[in-house]
C-alpha cells in the first residue's frame, strides 16, 4: 500500500471517529455537519425502519442524541473499503457493553468525508451467533442443530 493510499485510509478511519465522537456529544450542529448535502442519505437505526432524506434523517438523529441521552459509544476493529471517492467502514460498536455491528458510507465531498449511511445493528449472541459458523465445520457440514 502506498503512502497516499495509507493516508486517504487514514482520512478514512479520522471522519468516523469524528461521527462517533459526536454521536456522543450530543452536537446537533456538528452531526449536521457530518452528513453529506449533496448526495442521498439514509439511517438504519437499531430496532427503527430504514431512514432517508436529510430532513427526516436530521430529525431521527435528534430523537436519538437530544431528546435522548446521548450513548456512551465507541468504535473497535475498524476496516476500510474504498473505492476513489467513496468508502465503506464495517466496524463493531461497543454500546454501553452490547455489541453492535455497524457499517458507514463515505463520500469525498470539497475534500472531507462526509457520511452517506449509516447502518447499525445488534450482533447476534447466544445460539444465533453459533450458527453461521459452527455448522458447516461439523462432519458432513450444513445440518441444523435441535
Not at 503512502?3 to 478514512?12: I, K, P, R, S, T
Not at 438523529?61 to 467502514?89: C, D, L, N, Y
Request: a negative charge; aromatic letters at 8%.
Amino acid at each position: 500500500m502506498s503512502m497516499d493510499q495509507d493516508a486517504a485510509l487514514a482520512e478514512v478511519i479520522a471522519a468516523n471517529e469524528r461521527f462517533y465522537d459526536v454521536f456522543r456529544s450530543g452536537d446537533m450542529a456538528a452531526m449536521y455537519e457530518l452528513w453529506s448535502a449533496r448526495e442521498d442519505i439514509s439511517v438504519y437505526h437499531p430496532n427503527w425502519p430504514g431512514i432517508t432524506g436529510r430532513d427526516d434523517v436530521m430529525t431521527s438523529w435528534h430523537q436519538v442524541i437530544v431528546m435522548g441521552e446521548p450513548p456512551a459509544i465507541f468504535v473497535k476493529s475498524p476496516t476500510v473499503i474504498r473505492q476513489g471517492k467513496v468508502a465503506v467502514v464495517f466496524c463493531v460498536e461497543m454500546v454501553e457493553g452490547e455489541e453492535m455491528t455497524a457499517s458507514n458510507v463515505f463520500v469525498l465531498e470539497d475534500d472531507a468525508w462526509k457520511l452517506t449511511c449509516h447502518h447499525a445493528r445488534p450482533l447476534p449472541f447466544g445460539e444465533d451467533a453459533d450458527d453461521s459458523s459452527d455448522d458447516t465445520d461439523e462432519a458432513g457440514g450444513g445440518g441444523s442443530r435441535s
